[in-house]
T-cell receptor, first 109, second 118 residues
C-alpha cells in the first residue's frame, strides 16, 4: 500500500488560503488520493478525492502533480472552523484506508 | 451525502463487562463496513473490515475474540468489546463503504463512540 507523508502541523491566518501538502511517491496508477479531516472528537469528514486531474468542490481544491507523487489540498479562504487534523490517504483497490499521522492545521484569528 | 450513525456516542462501563457499539448506514446500503480505534492525539488505526453476511477480517494484532464484529444486514454492523479493561478505553469509529458521485468507492464515517472502562 502506498504510504503518505504530511507535515505534522501548519498555521494559517483566517481568510487566507491554506495549502496542505502530501507526498505519496509510491502511488500506483489506479490508486486514488483522498483527503479527510477530523475535528476534535468527531469522525473524519470527507473533503475531496482525485485520480489524475485537479479537482474542486465547494470545500476545497485538490492539485495532483503530473507524476502523481504528491498533491496539495487548498482551502481557499480558511476560517476558524477549518481548524482540524487533515489526512491524506492513498486508497488501494481493496477500499481499505490506512491513516497516516496527518497535518494538524490551526487557523489563527 | 451518505450518513453513518453510531450508538451510543459515549459509554462508561466497569472492567470485565461487555459493551456493544452499533454502526448504521442511514441512507445507503453498505456491503462493507470498517471499524477503527483512536487513542488520544493519535491517528485512526484500522481494527477490522466487516462484510455483510460473512466473518470480519481483523488487522494484525487485533484480538478477534475480544472485539466481536457482526454485520448482519446491509445497514448495520456491531462491535462488541468483551471483558473490557481500562486499556480498551478509546474512541471507536466506524465507516461504511459506498459508491460516491464519481462512481468511486469511498468510506463515510460515523461520529465515533467514546468508551471509558473503569
Amino acid at each position: 500500500d502506498a504510504k503518505t507523508t504530511q507535515p505534522p502541523s501548519m498555521d494559517c491566518a483566517e481568510g487566507r488560503a491554506a495549502n496542505l501538502p502530501c507526498n505519496h511517491s509510491t502511488i500506483s496508477g489506479n490508486e486514488y488520493v483522498y483527503w479527510y479531516r477530523q475535528i476534535h472528537s468527531q469522525g473524519p469528514q470527507y473533503i475531496i478525492h482525485g485520480l489524475k486531474n485537479n479537482e474542486t468542490n465547494e470545500m476545497a481544491s485538490l492539485i495532483i502533480t503530473e507524476d502523481r507523487k504528491s498533491s496539495t489540498l487548498i482551502l481557499p479562504h480558511a476560517t476558524l472552523r477549518d481548524t482540524a487534523v487533515y489526512y491524506c490517504i492513498v486508497r488501494p483497490g481493496t477500499y481499505k484506508y490506512i491513516f497516516g499521522t496527518g497535518t494538524r492545521l490551526k487557523v489563527l484569528a | 451525502g451518505a450518513v453513518v450513525s453510531q450508538h451510543p456516542s459515549w459509554v462508561i462501563c466497569k472492567s470485565g463487562t461487555s459493551v456493544k457499539i452499533e454502526c448504521r448506514s442511514l441512507d445507503f446500503q453498505a456491503t462493507t463496513m470498517f471499524w477503527y480505534r483512536q487513542f488520544p492525539k493519535q491517528s485512526l488505526m484500522l481494527m477490522a473490515t466487516s462484510n455483510e453476511g460473512s466473518k470480519a477480517t481483523y488487522e494484525q494484532g487485533v484480538e478477534k475474540d475480544k472485539f466481536l464484529i457482526n454485520h448482519a444486514s446491509l445497514t448495520l454492523s456491531t462491535l462488541t468489546v468483551t471483558s473490557a479493561h481500562p486499556e480498551d478505553s478509546s474512541f471507536y469509529i466506524c465507516s461504511a463503504a459506498g459508491t460516491g458521485d464519481k462512481g468511486s468507492y469511498e468510506q463515510y464515517f460515523g461520529p465515533g463512540t467514546r468508551l471509558t472502562v473503569t
